[in-house]
C-alpha cells in the first residue's frame, strides 16, 4: 500500500489498501498510525482527494461508523 502525503495540518500521510479495504492515517500532531476497517475504495479515494483530508476523514470515516484501532496497540 502507497501511503500518500496530503497538504494537510491534520494528516501528515494517508493510504487506502484495496485487499483489506483497510485506511490508514498517520496524525500531524502526534504521528500515531490509525486504522479503519471497511472502508470501500471509492470512499477512501475521495477523501484522500478532498481539498479538506482532515475534514473529509472527520464528516465520512469517523462519523461514518468505521470502525477504528491505532496500529501500534
Do not use: C
Not at 498510525?33 to 465520512?60: F, I, Q, T, W
Amino acid at each position: 500500500m502507497k501511503m500518500q502525503n496530503p497538504f494537510s495540518d491534520t494528516v501528515q500521510a494517508i493510504g487506502h489498501d484495496p485487499e483489506t479495504n483497510e485506511l490508514h492515517v498517520v496524525w500531524q500532531k502526534n504521528g500515531k498510525h490509525s486504522v479503519y476497517k471497511d472502508v470501500p475504495a471509492d470512499k477512501a479515494d475521495m477523501v484522500m482527494k478532498s481539498a479538506s483530508v482532515g475534514s473529509a476523514l472527520y464528516e465520512h470515516i469517523k462519523r461514518g461508523g468505521h470502525e477504528h484501532s491505532y496500529l501500534d496497540d
